[in-house]
């Protein structure tokens, strides 16, 4: 089995700025990946980020960006320049492969609030 | 771009009635999941489904709870029985791949139903 801990109950920033949303997790797999959604107030789940635990690269997609920490099970998300649509609820999540059958385990999520 | 679509948006109804919750996945995909996310909670895995049976399911997910694939396009969550605690948010999701292994594809979800059970 797996579990994810989102420690951070609340964040803010300021726009333009940047922030570190924390996240760490365990699995006894050797082949898992990890994503960050993003929940805006309209609840849809929106993929964020993914990671795969194979690759030693730390994933990025345009602002956003991970600090992938196998060792320390540590999965972080970075948000540069952050906009106000960046207000969401955002959830880590891990998928473990070996027999799990698509199963995604989210952390309790980071309400982020971006100000002007 | 396609988009999972979920219907009805809020859904109320009487405790001990049936509900039956709707999804029309990517229609590429053919993996398919459902969640719930209690006001407040994480979000919990359901079920996964695949070739018309289900290949995962949490303990959540007894003797109340069903899904099936009625057709070509929709999934549905069925709840015979519903409980005051079955009050959730419900996501379905779908995928394109198994994620499993060495591959995994991302699971696209929907905006949801809001379930109230009085």
């Known amino acids: 089995a797996q579990t994810v801990t989102q420690s951070q109950p609340e964040m803010s920033v300021q726009e333009a700025e940047t922030v570190t949303l924390s996240c760490t997790y365990d699995?006894?797999?050797?082949?898992?990946?990890l994503f960050w959604y993003k929940q805006p107030p309209s609840r849809q789940m929106i993929l964020v980020i993914r990671?795969?635990?194979?690759?030693?690269q730390n994933a990025t997609e345009n602002r956003f960006s991970v600090n992938f920490q196998k060792a320390a099970k540590s999965f972080s998300l970075k948000i540069s320049d952050s906009q106000l649509g960046d207000t969401a609820m955002y959830f880590c999540a891990c998928h473990a492969g070996g027999t799990s059958y698509g199963k995604l385990t989210f952390g309790q999520g980071t309400i982020l609030t971006v100000h002007p | 771009e396609p988009e999972v679509t979920q219907t009805p948006s809020h859904q109320v109804t009487q405790m001990g009635q049936e509900v039956i919750l709707r999804c029309v996945p990517i229609?590429?995909?053919?993996?398919f999941y459902w969640y719930r996310q209690i006001l407040g909670q994480k979000v919990e895995f359901l079920v996964s489904f695949y070739n018309n049976e289900i290949s995962e399911k949490s303990e959540i997910f007894d003797d109340q709870f069903s899904v099936e694939r009625p057709d070509g396009s929709n999934f549905t969550l069925k709840i015979r029985s519903t409980k005051l605690e079955d009050s959730a948010m419900y996501f379905c999701a779908s995928s394109e791949r198994w994620s499993s292994g060495r591959e995994t594809d991302t699971q696209y979800f929907g905006p949801g139903t809001r379930l109230t059970v009085l």
């Open positions: 990671q795969e635990a194979y690759k030693q």
């Open positions: 229609s590429n995909h053919l993996y």
């Open positions: 699995t006894s797999e050797n082949n898992y990946y």
